[in-house]
């Protein structure tokens, strides 16, 4: 559930107990916000340019008036530092609703690419090396977000398309290159793993899965196959680690704003846009988004996500090294005061993982994550991914993919610390998460 709507800036500026007075066991009005994976709080400055849109760019930014002048100067410095965060092309920026439309707007593309090229009228394709009638293929992994997963099997159930979920290692937590490539077919056109996953933070091979997928389009295209677009959803790791177009080698890439401080509002960059890589448009309008996403732009809320933008690119080491140490602190002190009572189940050896998350369990039949929540005064966290928050005490699917056995996963919580967390926090936190757990096993 997110819960960063309920904080002020003031509150997530850590305010302090009650002045005076005496003190209660865990005072009710300190808070602790812990569930940065399911939202982020505005930066000020993102408030700034937000608020100085709204009252300085309200123009239409197609008009030629100064107030529309400058929402379109407004929107076009915003697309170059998306570009810049990333290492694209501002010309490969295009602004969204957010991740969800992002991700769909992809699968829409290539499945209507794969029709428009590979199932025209004639020998067209006999000259692709497919089979007549061939359904165009997706691989994904079956841990995505839902807004990979559900468009997906609706195209399953549809009977428009074939799709592959793979596995997840259950000793690395992570999609393997080799489990994906090994799903590929004829007929494959789209690959899509998420960058970080939600819940784990386990960070996926996309470098290494990008430089497998040229060298099998090679293959390819020496046997008339259609090319392997790689799709990834980097809603996760942007704001947290470096991302770098280039060097992960995809070909489309969602962005979403609320993740790193910014607004609710996404953009996807697609290499080539246009040239190289195929984009075909859900909605028709007035042609804004050079037509492959019309609608009157929302000048605020690209100018807010143009600063958080920036502020990543500023600041993207500093908030990483931040927020490594603060939880590293504080799953230290998680194992230090609860022992072999907690696991922590995003620890996978080897695997790289974002610097802000822990996923843990307390063991113990009476202590499921959502009970846990419920008794803590001070922390304010989840019990996985917020589009799951209506699953009730069923595990979460990503867990026991993971290989987290199901008692184990019953239990889990999600701790997600941000740019602002302090050492202090974590001190409230675990000292909140000791007394919740005694007022539980003190029930049973």
């Known amino acids: 559930m997110e819960a960063a709507a309920a ?37 000020p400055e993102v408030i700034q340019a937000m608020t100085e849109a709204m009252r300085e760019a309200w123009g239409n930014p197609s008009s030629p008036y100064p107030a529309g002048r400058k929402a379109k100067d407004i929107i076009s410095a915003a697309r170059e530092n998306l570009a810049k965060m990333i290492g694209g092309k501002p010309q490969d920026i295009i602004f969204t609703s957010g991740g969800t439309e992002s991700n769909n707007l992809v699968i829409h593309s290539v499945l209507t690419h794969f029709h428009k090229v590979h199932t025209s009228k004639g020998d067209a394709t006999e000259r692709h090396g497919l089979a007549a009638g061939a359904m165009p293929h997706f691989v994904t992994c079956t841990i995505e977000h839902d807004s990979v997963r559900l468009p997906l099997e609706h195209l399953l159930e549809e009977q428009v398309a074939a799709v592959t979920f793979v596995p997840v290692s259950k000793v690395n937590g992570q999609a393997e290159v080799d489990d994906i490539l090994a799903a590929v077919r004829p007929a494959t056109c789209l690959v899509t793993i998420m960058l970080a996953n939600n819940e784990t933070g386990v960070i996926m091979p996309i470098p290494e899965l990008s430089q497998r997928i040229k060298a ?133 050896p080897g695997t790289e993982r974002l610097p802000n998350t822990c996923n843990l369990s307390f063991r113990g039949p009476q202590l499921q994550g959502r009970l846990v929540l419920a ?70």
Request: charged share 25%.
């Open 216 to 348: 099998l389009n090679r293959q390819r295209a020496a046997s008339g196959l259609p090319v392997v677009l790689l799709h990834t959803d980097a809603a996760q790791a942007l704001g947290k680690r470096r991302v770098d177009v280039g060097d992960l080698g995809v070909d489309f890439l969602t962005i979403v704003g609320h993740k790193f401080y910014g607004p609710r509002i996404g953009a996807l960059y697609v290499r080539g846009l246009g040239e190289l890589t195929p984009l075909y448009p859900m909605l028709f309008g007035g042609g804004q988004e050079r037509n492959f996403r019309p609608g009157t732009e929302n000048t605020p809320m690209i100018a807010g996500l143009g600063k958080a933008a920036e502020l990543v690119t500023e600041h993207c080491e500093a908030y990483e090294a931040h927020m490594r140490d603060v939880r590293d602190y504080l799953e230290a002190r998680l194992v230090a005061e609860f022992d072999k009572k907690i696991h922590l189940n995003s620890r996978f």
């Open 375 to 444: 008794q803590c005064r001070t922390l304010l966290a989840s019990v996985g991914a917020a589009c799951h928050s209506d699953h009730g005490d069923r595990p979460s699917p990503v867990l026991l993919s993971c290989g987290i056995p199901f008692d184990v996963a019953r239990n889990a919580l999600r701790l997600s610390v941000g740019r602002s967390t302090t050492r202090a926090e974590v001190d409230l936190v675990v000292r909140d998460l000791q007394q919740a757990v005694a007022r539980l096993e003190g029930q049973a």
């Open 7 to 43: 904080l002020s800036s003031d509150a997530r500026r850590r305010v302090s107990g009650p002045p005076g007075g005496r003190e209660e066991k865990s005072p009710p009005e300190r808070k602790v916000y812990m569930d940065c994976n399911a939202t982020t709080p505005l930066e």
